[in-house]
Every structure is written in structure tokens, then in C-alpha cells.
């Protein structure tokens, strides 16, 4: 078996463990390595405070020194590096009494320098049984941190995992307490969750619970579920909820601090949506949205209709490439010429023309050619004249 870690943060690890302290690999890092597969970022917990660990890294940054975070940057590459978190009560910060204020037992495993498991919590046990348990009283867990709640929904639609029968009523009892949480933190599980190739099965218990009712504007039914899910992307998890709760995008972005071009993605999905439900897309259409954003139309359009499209992203892609323009910048005319060739002022009309002229090009009523727009446009302009 690999050991976890890169050459980089062994090195933070000894670097700490030969100046006394004590340091581990802990969090998602030891639990994707356990679940045998690849990890993002790897968190590291020490009993160095984070003025003792800035003293001993040339490169930190201090991102949370409150929290007990810094970030210790090896090669371009930055690791967060926590302090063991103090226990209240024992008062003494010590690597179980760190872990065991972790939320769930799949997240509560350590891993030394030299390849052991540390596994005060039956972590292990819990990720061969699929299981999102909480550490400990899981009641006691969903009250410190509400989010947890949300946090194992978004761990089960990303690995599929069970929620363990005691920590899954927990969270219905607390669910209530989601109303306390920062909609910043809300919104990160969210985008995680949605993204989560086992979306369905989450967002189905989220809406059958009372989390849903917790949540800020949860859809209260989540019509053709199975068939919208998994989502490509968060951005089209966000524009399915909008549209299944018949929310307005600005109402929802402000509820989940979506940033602007998110809410912005979500409006025009809304429109392509409109658009689909008159008609099939035209050339306009497929010309003026996005190849995701005709996707997640369609894929709308088709899962109100009881059906899964059948069209990818390639294939809109495509339907956009066999188009004669992709935009107005590619007709090889311009203003300037307009006016050279009629010798008018300057005005509106230059603008309406080109669109008209972009319109023609479009739908091949004429070719991206300079002599043969000219000739079209000539023809055109004395007509309406
Ligand atoms: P991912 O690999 O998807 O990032 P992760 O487990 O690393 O998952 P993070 O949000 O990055 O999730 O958190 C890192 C670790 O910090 C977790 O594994 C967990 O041990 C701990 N943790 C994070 N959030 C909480 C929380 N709300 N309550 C308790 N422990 C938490
Ligand atoms: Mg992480």
C-alpha cells in the first residue's frame, strides 16, 4: 500500500516532529486514503502552536491564526497546518481530544509520519461499512455545528454513504438549528453536494426531512429529480433548485450568497428554459446561449416531460461550431465600412445594420465575405430606404 503524503509534507511532518512537536495527517486527506482514492488537499494537526509553526516555516500565511491555521507553503504548494484544538473541559490540547471534536468518524482518523493509522473512533470500521456516523453523542455533535447536518447530506451524495440511523435522527431533531448557520458556509456544503454523482439520493432526503424546511428557501418538491441528476456542475444544481422551487434567481443567490455570475448563469438558464418550452431552440438561440446552458435547457425541457435528453454538451457544442459565426466580432465587416460605402453620418443605423447583417450571415441568407455582404447590404439599405 502507498503512504499518504508527498515528499513536501513529510517534510512539515518532520520538520515539526524534530523541533518536539507532535504532527499528523488528519481529515479528508487520511479518510480518502483509507477509501483508497485521491485527496485534494492534505491538512496536517500539530501540537505546535501557530506562532511556534510560523517560526519554523520561512513561507506561512496566516489564514485563520484565530482558528489555530497557518498555511505553510512547500515548493508553490500551501498545507494547512492546525493547531490540536483545545478541549474545554480536559484542558489540555491532545491529538484525541482534537479528533474527537471532529464531526463524523471517517473524518476523525490521523496518520503518523511513518504510515499508521490512528483510530480512536471506529473510522475506519465506518468507511468499510459505508457509514457517516457521528463522533460520539450525535446530538451533542449537530448542536456545536448545525452545518454538520448539511455536511453528512453532502457527504452521502458525494460517496454514496449511509447516514447511521442514530446520527440521521439527530439531524432531523436539530434541523431547526440549520436557521443559525452562515449562509457562507451553507453555500460551500451545497456546491459540494450538488456536484455530488449521488445528488439524488441527498437532496431526496433533504427534501422528505425536516432539513429542508431548515434550509433557506428549499424547494418544498423537487419534481423529475432523477431525471436532472447527477448535475454536470453546481451552476446547473443551483438552476434546477431555482427552477423546481419556482424561485427567482436574485431571491436565491441572496439566500446563498451565489456570486454574480452564478446568479447571472442561473437567469439565463431561465430564459433558455422559456425559450425551449415555446419552441425547439433556433439557430438565434443556439447562436446567443451557451452550450451548457442549451444543455441544462434541454435536459429541463425533456425531465418536465418525463424523459432524460439525449443530447450532451458535445452536441450542442457542435450544433454552435456548424454555425457560420460564432459571434459578431467574426463577420469581416464593420462599422467603418458601412459608412464608407453609403458616405452617411454616423448614427443609430450603423448598429441596426450590422445586427441585421450578423442576422444574415447567421442563417446563411449570406456568406462571411466582404464583396458579398457588401453587395447584400447595398441591395438591402436602397430597398428600405
Ligand atoms: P473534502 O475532502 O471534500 O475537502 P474534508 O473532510 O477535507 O472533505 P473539509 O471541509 O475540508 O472536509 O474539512 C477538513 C476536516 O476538518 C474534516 O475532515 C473534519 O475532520 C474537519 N471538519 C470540517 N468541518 C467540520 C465541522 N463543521 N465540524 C467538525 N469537524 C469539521
Ligand atoms: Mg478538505
Redesign the pocket.
Known sequence: MNKLGTPASQRILQTLIDHGYEAYY????V??FVRGTA???I?IATSATPQEVQKLFPRTVDVGIEFGTILVIIDGTPFEVTTFRNDAFSGRPTLKED?R????TM??LAYTIDGTLIDYFEGEHDIHAQKIRAVDDPHA?MM??P??IL?AC??MA?FQYEIEAGTLKAMQKEANRLQQVAPERMK?EMD?LLMGSHAKEALHLIVTSAIGNALPLFPKKLPMLAYMTPFTSSHEGWAYLCLAGDIHATVLAKAYVLSNEEKSFIQVVEHAFQRRTEDVFTIKDIYQFEADVLFIAEKLYKAYKGERTTCTVQYWQHQKQALPIQSKQELVVNGKDLLQWTNNQQGRWVGEWMTKIEQAVLHGECPNDEQVIKEWFIREFNIER
Open positions: 488528519v481529515g479528508g486527506a479518510r480518502d485527496s485534494a488537499d491538512d479528533l471534536r471532529r464531526d463524523f473524518n476523525a455533535r456545536e455545528d452545518l454538520r455536511r453532502r457527504f458525494t460551500q459540494r
